[in-house]
């Protein structure tokens, strides 16, 4: 079974959402960023009891059985194939220089990088860029929709979840024809992934407070700041934990927007 089937089973679990809030609007709360939230905190609860008994114990083990240099390799070469994406994301927002940029870094790390096993483009100064479809669907004027947590993958929204799914369709592992292949490469993808935001998860957890929320308002916040490449309009700003946010509470958010900011930024680090 491939990645298709299982952004079918999304979109239908997506659709059936939708039907939820079409419906079911007249009796939500009133907060309209989290339209969704008894739905979006059952759902969070389940996916922090497998990140607890599964993922966080598998990318810990990666992080420290791995040897290094293993990690950077294989962490560069699905950053690489990332580039690919980029690169399309940043002609559909009309990223040209940047576009240019990226699609350097992407032949560089591709040739000389021995198929993106080695970073070479970033020395070059040809720095790494996050750009999404979901990002590309917030620039053509796409506005914000109800924050929305996935089975097993975490923070979204509606508007963001449409690029996952799109993206994750074309993404190369569904080319492997091997099972056996295929299920160790997504394996690999996902303790790869997990083992990045180890650091991130460790700021989350030192939070005295509400998680849900916290986790909720830096992730709309970083969209935010990446859909409007660090500078969002004053009015949009997400303010963390509402009215009762703490000094403390909200340093911690920001420290945990910069943690983030700087796995992705970082795609070598081990």
């Excluded at 059936?16 to 609860?45: H, Q, T, W, Y």
């Excluded at 009891?49 to 040897?67: G, N, Q």
């Excluded at 750009?131 to 993958?153: A, K, R």
């Excluded at 993808?189 to 997990?194: K, L, M, N, Q």
Aim: proline share 6%.
């Amino acid at each position: 079974m491939k990645f298709s089937p299982l952004i079918h089973a999304g979109l239908a679990r997506l659709l059936l959402i939708s039907c939820v809030i079409l419906s079911g609007c007249a009796s939500v709360p009133d907060d309209e960023k989290d339209p969704l939230e008894p739905f979006n905190r059952e759902m969070f609860a389940i996916n922090d009891d497998f990140d607890r008994k599964i993922l966080k114990p598998t990318a810990k083990a990666y992080r420290e059985k791995l040897p290094k240099p293993v990690q950077t390799a294989i962490n560069n070469f699905f950053s690489n194939i990332d580039d690919a994406f980029v690169v399309i994301n940043d002609i559909l927002q009309f990223k040209l220089a940047q576009a240019a940029s990226d699609l350097s870094r992407l032949v560089w790390n591709t040739t000389a990088g021995l198929g993106g096993l080695i970073d070479v483009a970033t020395p070059m100064g040809l720095p790494k860029h996050n750009e999404d479809l979901g990002q590309t669907l917030g620039v053509w004027g796409i506005g914000d929709s109800p924050y929305l947590v996935l089975p097993f993958i975490g923070p979204s929204t509606l508007r963001d979840t449409t690029g996952v799914f799109v993206q994750s369709s074309y993404h190369p592992v569904n080319d492997i024809e091997d099972s056996a292949t295929y299920w160790a490469s997504v394996v690999l993808i996902v303790a790869d992934t997990r083992a990045q935001l180890l650091g991130a998860s460790n700021i989350v957890e030192e939070a005295a407070l509400d998680r849900y929320v916290f986790i909720r308002d830096a992730y709309l916040q970083h969209r935010l700041n990446l859909i409007h490449d660090g500078n969002p309009p004053r009015e949009k700003v997400v303010h963390g934990f509402d009215k009762g946010s703490s000094k403390e509470e909200l340093e911690l958010e920001m420290e945990l927007e910069m943690e983030l900011e700087r796995e992705l930024q970082s795609p070598s680090k081990p």
